[in-house]
Nanobody, 118 residues
Framework: QVQLAESGGGLVQAGGSLRLSCAASGRTFSNYRAGWFRQAPGKERDLVASLWTSGSADYADSVKGRFTISRDNAKNTVYLEMNRLKPEDTALYYC????????????WGQGTQVTVSS
């Protein structure tokens, strides 16, 4: 089973940028649809961006045009580039993997905290 580990979170001012990393082990990540999720206190965990094995990407409306998901197959890693950050982007960010884009997401890591100050 794929195992994932997130990193790259931190504290940033509104308008700033961060790049999150999701490193996979145990399986070849390129065989999975990769998803970045976030969960703010008191709210449900939402899908922010996903990257299909074909290379096509989907984004939540709230981050479209500001966030970019990408993959480095040589490093077995998926990234989330976040620009023009807003206070409402503050959340715990997780990555997960969906084998061949079917079924449930697995491999959840511990998450990485992103805090955007106003």
């Amino acid at each position: 089973q794929v195992q994932l580990a997130e990193s790259g979170g931190g504290l940033v001012q509104a308008g700033g940028s961060l790049r999150l990393s999701c490193a996979a082990s145990g399986r070849t990540f390129s065989n999975y649809r990769a998803g970045w999720f976030r969960q703010a206190p008191g709210k449900e965990r939402d899908l922010v961006a996903s990257l299909w094995t074909s290379g096509s990407a989907d984004y939540a409306d709230s981050v479209k045009g500001r966030f970019t998901i990408s993959r480095d197959n040589a490093k077995n890693t998926v990234y989330l580039e976040m620009n023009r950050l807003k206070p409402e982007d503050t959340a715990l960010y997780y990555c997960a993997a969906q084998f061949l884009g079917v079924g449930t997401y697995t491999g959840w890591g511990q998450g990485t905290q992103v805090t955007v100050s106003s």
